[in-house]
C-alpha cells in the first residue's frame, strides 16, 4: 500500500452523520506523514482517497485526493497537493494550493496559492500570496476586519467551542454549533461546495 | 509585421515590454485616508501585482478572467456578458478594470458590456479601459498586462502572437458605442494607448 494513502479507518472511521473525524493518517507514523509548508509532519490523504462529507481535525493535512463537503483545520495548515481535489468550503489557519478547489477558502493568517493551482470560489485570508500561471475566478478578500472575517475567526476566539483543543478523538466537538462562517455574509459563499452548510450565524 | 506608433515616441512599439504610468489607474485604485471598503471587478485575470496593491486595504476584488474563459472556449467574445459570473458578482461594484479588453469587442458588445456592468455597478462605479489608440496594431490576443506594486503598467508586447488592426476607438465612438457610460477622465500614456476612466451616466 502508498504509505501516503494510508487511512486508519480505527481511528477515523466515519461518524453517522458523515463526518470524517481526524480522517488522515497520523503523523506519528513516519510512513503516513508528510512534510507541512512549516516543515512539521503533516497527515496525509492520498490520491486514491475520496471523501465526501465533513473533515476537521486539529493537524496539519496535504491532500492529495478528493474531498467534497467541508473542512475544518482552523489551528492548522491544509496543503491542497497537485493532485489534491476539494469541492469544499475550507476553514484553516493557513492554506496552500498547488491543486484544484471548486468552493471557497478561508484562512485566519494566510492563503498561498502557487502557479499550478485551479481555483473557482471566493478566498478570504488577511494575507494572500500567488505565483504567476495560476488560475482565480472567484472573488478575494482581504480585509481582516470583514464581517466575513469576524463571523468565521474571530467569533472562534471570542467563546471558544467546549471541544476545542480537548483531542482527536472527542467526538463532542460539534462545530455546527459554533459561530461559523454562515453563507449569509454579502458576497461570500459561492454555495457551490457540495457539503451541507454546518454553520449557523453568530 | 507591426506598425509603429503614430504620434507616440519609440516606447510604443508593441513588441517591447515597457513600464507605463498610468495616472488614472493609480487614482482608481487609491482607498483614501481613512480607507474606504470598495469592491473592484477584474475583468482580466488575477495578478500579483494587484493583489500587492490592494492587500491591506478593504478591498473586495472579485476575478472574472474573460480571456481565460475564452482560451477554454468557455465564451466567444460576442458573448461576452454572459460569461460575467453571477454567482460571485453579489455586490454591486464600485470600479470596474477592463485593461485592454475593449479593443477586442465590436461596438454591439461594447454596449453590452456597457450595459450588463450597469445592471452589478454602485452608484458612483468608475470604469477603467486601455484603447490602443496611436499605433495601427494590436496583439491578436489581449496582452496580459500587468500593474506593479508602484502602480505603473506592464504591457507585454503580444511577442509569439500575431497583430491585428487596432479599432482604435475615438473617445466620441467609445460613448456612443456605451450609452450607459460617460467619460470621465482620459489620458494618452507614453506607449500611444488612451486611459479612460468612465462613469455611469445619470439614467433618466
Known sequence: MNATAMFNKRENEQDSSGTARNAATSPGADAGGARSAGGGKAAVIGPTISINGELKGQEDLVVEGTIEGTVELKQNTLTIGPQGTLKAQVYAHTILVDGTVDGDLYASE??????????????????????????????????????????????QTASPSPGRGSGPADKSTDVSKEPGPGHSDKGLGSGKAAGKPTQSTA | MNNPAIGADADAHPSRPDAVRAPLLASLLDTGDPPRRRVIADLGALQRGLLDTISGTPTR????????????????????????????????????????L??????????????????????????????????????????GIRV?????????????????????????????????????????????????????????
Open chain 2, 148 to 204: 506593479d506594486t508602484d502602480r505603473s503598467l506592464q504591457i507585454p508586447g503580444g511577442s509569439g502572437t500575431g497583430f491585428v488592426a487596432a479599432p482604435r476607438y475615438s473617445p466620441k465612438t467609445l460613448e456612443k458605442a456605451m450609452p450607459s457610460l460617460t467619460i470621465d477622465r482620459s489620458m494618452l500614456l507614453g506607449n500611444g494607448m488612451r486611459e479612460f476612466v468612465f462613469k455611469l451616466r445619470a439614467s433618466n
Open chain 2, 102 to 143: 475593449l479593443n477586442y469587442l465590436d461596438v454591439e458588445r461594447l454596449a453590452a458590456l456597457a450595459a450588463s456592468l450597469r445592471e452589478r455597478a454602485a452608484p458612483g462605479c468608475r470604469v477603467h479601459a486601455l484603447i490602443h489608440y496611436s499605433a495601427l496594431e494590436m496583439p491578436e490576443q489581449p496582452a
Open chain 1, 110 to 155: 494566510r492563503i498561498s496559492i502557487r502557479k499550478s493551482a485551479r481555483i473557482e470560489g471566493n478566498i478570504l485570508a488577511p494575507r494572500i500570496s500567488l505565483e504567476d500561471g495560476a488560475k482565480f475566478r472567484g472573488t478575494i478578500d482581504m480585509d481582516a476586519e470583514s464581517e466575513a472575517f469576524t463571523r468565521v475567526f474571530k467569533a
Open chain 2, 61 to 100: 476584488l472579485l476575478i472574472v478572467d474573460l480571456p481565460e474563459r475564452r482560451r477554454q472556449g468557455i465564451c466567444a467574445w460576442e458573448q461576452v456578458t454572459g460569461a460575467l459570473p453571477g454567482e460571485f458578482w453579489r455586490e454591486p461594484v464600485d470600479a470596474v478594470l477592463c485593461w485592454d
